[in-house]
């Protein structure tokens, strides 16, 4: 949020004067009133970015102008200036919804303060509900075409209600997380925090100080305390994206959580308790992971209290177009267009293919296509799917059976080929990391490590 015009409400005509050059030396616009009756004319006349008004004034103070502002012009920033404040009456302007008070005589210096403090937090709230939108989304909004997904959306609204942990399964790119966010936003802990940790994606190390925090010095760069994930979620939810990728110690760690509800700072020793639910997902079959010893039983037992399955893509097809032509929309308007469509042939193109990257790689198949069209409407030829656009063609007069891709590896050094065979590898999955990693035989861990050193290497961009 940017201020740029003020609106200054004062009935002393020296104090309204001299807020007025003062707002001006500061570079802003400035419109003014005499009382809080003409105050609120002024602010639904003039559209201020910020009111600073006296309280004690006639035909309408102050405190009444918050409250009304407050009330019909949510989002306008009140300040309070006055010359007869006391403790309590800053409280009362503060409840009503003043942002911040001051006391006269003020100077100009002072009013800036305020007014970059204002800035910053009205800016911070804006980009917290933002990001609590991106994040969490409306559930409403939800696809679910296909039998499959409404049997799992009525199901997770079902087990929101209840307090057990949930173990979401499912291929990569299924939606696990948005079945997830259903369950926080229907259940009684909407209003709380929801926050998210992909196990995949860090160490040992950095995951465990991820969880439960760390104290000062706790190890090599730990410079300062820092809250951990489960406090972060205090009153709300916890979603452990990808739980099958942990390590036996940090499952250990995590067992006692939601057991005890309890737990330590990494090179802490005071003990915190917290109130959170955990919802975890992963692309793993945790029953065989116990079995092969890669996965402690009790843990299992713990998350699989309350089991949800997303089905793949390949097995609810009724999704497929109504998910393509949303996701259509949303980047058609992200790019400036808002009447992108599909033509029948693209549609139908789009249901023919297997879709083993599932929804995640839906969308990507779509963005791109939406980003790169030649016309108002996506085509056939503006759809790329996988890592190539079509079926290897054999070359004529090659070796029997030799492909173009195959004799395209000859004679070239191998860490090139690994390189563009990961690259290629997470394009067809949009992205995801932990599918590429599981299709290509290593670890989320290896991957993302090949990765940083091909950016360091200016290799990747």
């Not at 709230?125 to 939800?142: F, I, K, M, P, Q």
């Not at 709380?192 to 991820?210: D, K, M």
């Not at 070239?412 to 949009?430: C, V």
Request: charged share 25%; hydrophobic share 40%; aromatic share 4%.
């Amino acid at each position: 949020m940017s201020l740029h015009k003020i609106l200054v409400v004062d009935d002393d005509n020296l104090s309204r004067q001299f807020l007025v050059e003062a707002v001006k030396s500061l570079g802003y616009q400035v419109c003014v009133a005499r009382d809080g009756a003409e105050g609120f004319e002024q602010a639904r006349r003039e559209a201020p970015d910020l009111v600073l008004t006296d309280l004690r004034m006639p035909a309408a103070d102050g405190q009444q102008l918050i409250e009304r502002i407050a009330s019909e012009m949510p989002g306008l920033p009140c300040v309070v200036i006055t010359a007869h404040g006391t403790v309590e009456t800053a409280v009362r302007a503060m409840k009503s919804g003043a942002a911040d008070f001051l006391m006269k005589p003020c100077t100009a210096d002072t009013l800036s303060l305020v007014f970059q403090r204002v800035q910053r937090t009205r800016r911070l709230e804006r980009e917290n509900e933002y990001l609590r939108t991106e994040v969490l989304g409306d559930s409403s909004d939800l696809v679910a075409e296909s039998a499959q997904m409404q049997e799992t959306l009525r199901s997770a609204r079902r087990i929101a209600k209840s307090k057990g942990t949930v173990l979401i399964t499912g291929e990569s790119g299924v939606g696990k997380e948005r079945v997830a966010q259903v369950i926080h936003t229907e259940s009684t802990r909407a209003a709380g925090p929801f926050i998210r940790v992909n196990c995949a994606a860090l160490s040992e190390t950095l995951l465990e100080s991820e969880l439960f925090g760390h104290e000062r010095g706790a190890f090599t760069g730990a410079h300062k305390q820092r809250e951990g994930r489960f406090e972060l979620a205090d009153g709300g939810t916890l979603l452990l994206d990808e739980i099958g990728e942990i390590s036996p110690s940090l499952q250990a760690k995590l067992l006692r959580v939601l057991q005890e509800e309890e737990f330590e700072r990494v090179g802490g020793t005071s003990t915190i308790k917290v109130d959170v639910r955990v919802v975890a997902t992963t692309n793993r079959d945790l029953a065989a992971e116990v079995k092969a010893g890669r996965f402690r039983e009790d843990l299992y037992y713990r998350l699989h209290v309350l089991p949800i399955h997303v089905a793949p893509l390949r097995e609810r097809s009724k999704d497929i177009l109504p998910l393509a032509r949303r996701f259509a929309s949303v980047y058609g308007r992200q790019n400036g267009a808002d009447d992108v469509t599909l033509s029948a042939a693209a549609e139908q193109r789009l249901m023919q293919w297997s879709w083993p990257g599932n929804v995640r790689e839906l969308e990507n198949v779509v963005q791109r296509a939406v980003v790169l069209r030649h016309g108002s409407s996506v085509e056939p030829s503006d759809l790329q799917f996988g890592a190539a656009s079509g079926p290897q063609a054999v070359l004529p007069g090659g070796p029997q059976g030799a492909t173009q891709s195959a004799l395209s590896l000859a004679n070239r050094p191998l860490a090139d080929i690994e390189r563009e065979a990961i690259l290629e590898t997470l394009a067809s999955t949009g992205g995801n990391k932990t599918e590429a990693a599981r299709r290509m035989g290593v670890s989320a861990r290896t991957l993302s490590n090949k990765m940083k050193l091909w950016r360091q290497l200016g290799l990747v961009a």
